[in-house]
């Protein structure tokens, strides 16, 4: 624990009713966990809708969060951030993954207040992250990139950024107490994470549970999660599972997901691609065996064949082959259990992550008080729209005067609230002379 000397930073986030995946859950016990390590956090989320996990989540745990729904344009959304980044100044702005955040990361950037970006993925969207925060125009590039994988952080490294540093953090996880227990009587089987077709392929992993206990005495599988295609999900299990031990439980809290892990022997990941798998760490550190599918990021630093899991070189007969294995070798269970559940505690556990999060945001703030300006610009010229990123960026086809307007509407709310408190001050400290 730190101690004697606070950083103050201001993290940006997004949030939706049915938010479920890795960042949010990182996001959930990274920030609680550093107020123990001398960080004073402040949230900006950004809602799609009304708010959901992330925000309700992290509320309850005392995080001092601002928030607003994503109606407007990135001018405006812009706008909000600085606007927010000047009534409470932080010492680190971490736009994370948040599109007009990282935009917003110039103005930081311009008075002083170091920036950090967070790549999650191996997807286009992350590459489209790095092109525009690292690799293009330096006004708007992050200080510091922290990647979650030795691959993305390769792919960086591997393009020389000219300007900003890139650190490798990766997820943290609590490791329980307890730890799965073996029923030799059944296999029980479970996929954690969201239901979309692009990228997690849950449509593939709906069958291939299907087949699984078909083909497979003595299993059981459940499908934990939500996300846009869940209803595949439950038409699969509907007909094609019908009447067989497929269980569909929906979303669970990312304070419960691991309880609910403590009863699970395999933990089944088949992506296209991932980061850093938060469900699979979840999972391991519990003792829940991981099958996944051979992939180039995150799980060939987590899931060593043979050794803390399996690796399947497809959805179908390798899938089902490495659970017969597993269901037909109670030593090979237990070995793999073992050795997983060590992985986590020595490299994944939240103790550590958190350390090095706090570590990175203590050294990258000012060693003395920056007192120059946030500038909030009346019109933002902004680089062109990444193709990547373009569903994050809106932009008016002509926003000039509605921009400003807004943007000065901010500011003199901003005044007038810091002018009053100034005259209670005022006029109290009065009061008190008097008496």
Avoid at 33 to 39: R, T
Avoid at 185 to 205: F, H, M, N, T
Avoid at 393 to 414: C, E, F, I, K, V
Wanted: hydrophobic share 40%.
């Amino acid at each position: 624990m730190m101690s004697g000397h606070t950083t103050k930073a201001t993290f940006c986030v997004y949030d939706s009713p049915h938010n479920v995946g890795g960042p949010s859950s990182w996001i959930l016990r990274l920030l609680p966990a550093m107020v123990e390590h001398g960080i004073e956090p402040h949230c900006l989320v950004l809602c799609w809708g009304r708010s959901g996990p992330v925000l309700e989540g992290l509320r309850d745990q005392g995080i001092r969060c601002s928030d607003i729904v994503c109606r407007d344009d990135s001018p405006a959304r812009i706008t909000w951030i600085l606007q927010q980044l000047i009534e409470r100044r932080p010492d680190v702005f971490v736009p994370n993954l948040v599109v007009p955040a990282l935009l917003a990361g110039r103005w930081a950037r311009a008075a002083g207040i170091p920036t950090v970006g967070v790549l999650h993925s191996d997807d286009a969207f992350y590459r489209g992250v790095q092109d525009e925060f690292v690799f293009g125009d330096s006004r708007y590039a992050v200080s510091t990139l922290v990647v979650v994988s030795r691959l993305l952080q390769s792919q960086v490294q591997s393009r020389n950024a000219p300007s900003t540093s890139v650190r490798r953090i990766p997820y943290g996880v609590p490791v329980p107490n307890q730890r799965v227990q073996r029923d030799t009587s059944q296999l029980r089987v479970a996929y954690v994470g969201r239901l979309a077709e692009e990228q997690k392929r849950i449509s593939d992993v709906a069958r291939a549970f299907c087949r699984m206990v078909k083909e497979i005495p003595a299993t059981t599988a459940v499908i934990f999660g939500d996300g846009p295609d869940r209803g595949n999900v439950e038409t699969i299990l509907a007909t094609e599972g019908q009447g067989l031990a497929v269980q569909f439980a929906g979303r669970v809290d990312s304070h419960e997901i691991q309880n609910r892990l403590l009863n699970v022997d395999v933990i089944v990941l088949l992506s296209d691609y991932e980061g850093l798998p938060i469900a699979i760490l979840e999972a391991m550190a519990c003792g829940a065996v991981p099958v996944c599918l051979k992939m180039r990021s995150g799980i060939p630093e987590l899931v060593e064949n043979g050794v803390t899991g399996l690796v399947v070189d497809d959805r179908g007969d390798g899938f089902i082959d490495a659970i017969r294995r597993l269901q037909n070798d109670p030593a090979l269970w237990q070995r793999l259990s073992e050795a997983a559940r060590k992985r986590i505690e020595t490299e994944n556990s939240v103790d550590v992550c958190t350390q090095q999060w706090a570590s990175l945001l203590h050294d990258l703030a000012p060693g003395s008080p920056n007192s120059k300006p946030i500038r909030l610009p009346r019109r933002f010229k902004l680089p062109p729209v990444h193709p990547a990123l373009a569903a994050e960026d809106p932009r008016p086809l002509n926003h000039g005067m509605a921009t400003s307007l807004y943007q000065s509407s901010r500011l003199l709310a901003g005044r007038v609230k810091r002018s009053l408190t100034a005259t209670r001050k005022n006029v109290n400290e009065q009061k008190a002379h008097k008496n």
